[in-house]
């Protein structure tokens, strides 16, 4: 048995305090699937792109607040206190619409997500296209498959 505080694991937070990112896998010695929590501000989403995995299923807990999901067949509200699962090959991506901060607790399985697919907005195509994810400098930054535009940058 692991019994851990969400306070006491460290994680990473946006520099504008908009986000907070922690993985709680490792803290607590989870072998077959992945959690997370996220605390997000108004306007912000919980992951960086619309997506979907192959492989891995997805469980969202509202734990504070509403949550957004875009999903292909429109946008799904979740209140506190409600959850959301997401099959393998599902696309989504939740976010805050709402004043109060939004807490989520994300649960993933298998552990490793396997291989997915992104969409950005990209600002030359003017549409949500295929992203492609590069580690550059430090950074994570999103590329537009199509035309090779930036679409994102995460110092």
């Known amino acids: 048995m692991n019994h851990v505080a969400v306070e006491d694991v460290e994680g990473y937070q946006y520099e504008d305090g908009s986000k907070l990112f922690k993985s709680l896998t490792g803290a607590l010695g ?3 699937l992945a959690v997370n929590y996220y605390e997000v501000a108004q306007g912000e989403t919980i992951g960086d792109c619309y997506h979907r995995h192959h492989e891995q299923e997805e469980l ?15 946008d799904v509200t979740v209140e506190t206190g409600e959850l ?10 939740g976010r ?13 399985a298998p552990q490793d997500e396997g291989p997915i697919d992104l969409r950005r907005h990209c600002p030359e ?3 949500r ?14 590329y537009c498959a199509e035309c090779g535009a930036e679409t994102g940058r995460y110092e």
């Open 129 to 142: 296209t295929d992203a492609v994810l590069k580690a550059e400098d430090g950074a994570e930054v999103f």
């Open 96 to 108: 805050n619409a709402h004043d109060e901060r939004l807490v989520v607790l994300a649960i993933g």
């Open 60 to 74: 969202f807990y509202v734990v504070a607040g509403t949550a957004t999901f875009e999903t292909e067949g429109g």
């Open 125 to 127: 195509c003017g549409d």
């Open 84 to 93: 959301i699962r997401f099959a393998p090959g599902d696309w989504q991506q």
């Open 30 to 32: 989870v072998e077959g």
